[in-house]
């Protein structure tokens, strides 16, 4: 950054100032955070990170996060053992996971629940390590009476994006709401004039801002470094499964009649 510091404008160089004196600062920021901060636009912040050699802003924050981890290891709040390693990273789990919810709100979960419910067609978008979020919601959908459709390969998700038409809906599953496949997955669906329904963890990611309606489900972990260090879909999958259970709710006799269907089903496949 120093080598770099003559070519760059005056205003480039007072966030390059801010995001060198705190790397930690910086990782927990978005780049209009760090703008408002510094007193310039949000561009001068993409400006910057592109001189620095990142695609964007997100890769610089993500590059910060890296350099954070390699320099300072996180303790070992354990015992010393796997048994307390393990019972350490439940205990943080479940510190947090009162809020899950705390993103989420009457109105959008309404909205959500009345869109999968309506829709003629519902087509799931998780790519990265929302994909088994993703196959578990149309799994469990299918088994409500809610017939939902995910292809593992993006470009196949992309092109059955772009196929949706205005009486159908795209569920997009995505822990960082960042994702390049997934965001072009949305804008295919968008541009197709269907309903976009997103669950991600941040409310100011990509996602949650090109949907229609988002349930916002923070991540369990305490910021956006340790998200990124250690990555957890925990939180978005309880969200996941209650969601499914308010869609059969609301689907009445329809609900309950697929319910009925799957246990049966169950009945001739299980043996003692």
């Excluded at 990782?27 to 001189?51: M, N, P």
């Amino acid at each position: 950054m120093t080598a770099l510091a003559p070519s760059l404008h005056a205003g480039e160089l007072r966030v390059a100032e801010a995001i060198a004196g705190d790397l930690a600062w910086t990782v927990e920021r978005t780049a209009q955070e760090i703008a408002d901060h510094v007193g310039v636009g949000r561009s001068t912040v993409v400006r910057l990170a592109q001189a620095l050699g990142y695609d964007g802003y997100p890769q610089l924050r993500v590059a910060a996060a890296r350099e954070l981890a390699l320099g300072s290891p996180d303790p070992d709040p354990s015992d010393g053992t796997l048994l307390g390693g393990l019972r350490a990273s439940v205990d943080r789990f479940a510190a947090r996971v009162v809020h899950t919810v705390s993103g989420v709100t009457e109105e959008s979960l309404e909205a959500v629940v009345s869109a999968l419910d309506e829709a003629g067609r519902v087509l799931v978008v998780a790519n990265g390590l929302s994909s088994p979020l993703g196959l578990d919601v149309v799994l469990r959908l299918t088994a409500a009476g809610r017939p939902a459709e995910l292809l593992p390969d993006a470009l196949a998700q992309r092109i059955a994006a772009r196929q949706l038409g205005r009486a159908d809906v795209c569920l997009v599953i995505s822990g960082s709401g960042a994702n390049d496949q997934t965001l072009l997955a949305l804008a295919g669906a968008r541009e197709a004039g269907a309903r976009v329904l997103a669950i991600t963890s941040f409310a100011r990611s990509a996602v949650a801002e090109a949907s229609d309606a988002a349930l916002i489900v923070p991540p369990v972990n305490d910021s956006f470094r340790d998200e990124l260090v250690h990555t957890s879909r925990a939180a978005l999958m309880l969200v996941t499964e209650a969601l499914v259970d308010a869609v059969t709710a609301r689907r009445g006799d329809r609900g309950r009649a697929a319910r009925a269907a799957v246990l049966a089903e169950l009945g001739t496949a299980i043996r003692e």
